[in-house]
């Protein structure tokens, strides 16, 4: 498979600025309130896609399919946000990088309901190798944090459980631009009841809080869901491209390091190591597997 026509190299754009998400959001906190946050880092990300669709001359979306784009509008920004913002303010970084890498559990389970996408054992045993990779990475060095965000970020990760298997739909008939961009706008739309607070906040806020809201948007959230939504257009089926989302606390521990000066823990590298295993198992087991079943 040629590197343009493979889903990995979006997937991983999607996954590094997602990683960064939860550090700069975190930093963003300090000063902002959860929802004035979300709405301003989609309001930017709205802009940014806005210049970039008239620029490439973008075509609206059909009348038929604006139920479908303000679904993912509703999941994947609107609840998504709200629920991960608010988690993220009682939790920390690791512990929500945790809850929100149980998407590709919860993904693939739901594809295979709807869609009818089956896994093959190998890929199961993959995903549970993955997960135990990310278990041993946030329990190990004890960071688990146990409170009520929880119940928000479980709730976050099911309202991008859902958006996935929306993008899964909507890139069959439109481009990752298209997809991405309509869904963020819908979003930002219903962010909106945030506006008059978001004001509010603005009109204090010193320049470093502006450029990790700005980083927020333009990459962590449109240049970010552009290329899931690419990963997503030409990955075979939905848990492929979910399951790097495994990558992400080991990510987030990384960034956090390099960004905050976070030492890495044991935890960290030994869960770092059976993630990455895991992710080469369920992208090369079967072929693997295959091989060595075929006769002598």
């Known amino acids: 498979m040629k590197i343009r026509d493979s889903f990995h190299p979006y997937a991983i754009i999607t996954i590094l600025f997602w990683s960064l998400a939860y550090v700069f959001t975190r930093l963003a906190l300090q000063y902002f309130s959860a929802f004035p946050l979300g709405f301003l880092r989609y309001l930017i990300a709205s802009v940014t896609l806005i210049i970039v669709a008239l620029a490439a001359r973008m075509k609206p979306p059909k009348r038929a399919d604006i139920p479908w784009f303000l679904a993912a509008g509703v999941f994947g920004f609107f609840l998504y946000m709200l629920a991960f913002n608010k988690g993220t303010e009682t939790v920390t ?10 998407v590709p559990v919860v993904t693939a389970l739901l594809a295979r309901v709807i869609y009818r996408e089956k ?14 990779g990310v278990v041993v990475l946030t329990l190990l060095d004890g960071t688990l944090t146990v409170n009520a965000g929880l119940l928000c970020l479980f709730g976050a990760a099911i309202a991008l459980s859902a958006y996935n298997l929306l993008q899964r739909r909507l890139t069959k008939t439109y481009s990752a631009l298209q997809t991405s961009a309509f869904s963020i706008f819908a979003g930002t739309l219903m962010l909106a009841i945030f506006l008059p607070a978001s004001v509010a906040e603005v009109r204090t806020a010193p320049p470093v809080q502006w450029f990790y809201v700005a980083v927020l948007g333009v990459f962590s959230s449109a240049v970010a869901y552009a290329a899931w939504s690419q990963a997503f257009a030409k990955a075979a089926n939905t848990s492929s491209v ?27 590298v030994a869960g770092g190591a ?23």
């Open 93 to 102: 970084a690791a512990t929500g990088s945790v809850i929100i890498a149980t």
């Open 119 to 132: 896994l093959s054992r190998v890929k199961w045993l993959a995903t549970a190798v993955e997960f135990s």
């Open 242 to 268: 979910s399951n790097y989302m495994f990558v992400t606390p080991f990510l987030t521990s990384l960034l956090g390091f390099l960004i905050a000066g976070e030492t890495p823990a044991l935890s960290t």
């Open 274 to 296: 059976i993630i990455l295993f895991g992710l080469l198992v369920f992208n090369f087991g079967d072929k693997l597997s295959a091989k060595f079943k075929k006769p002598a």
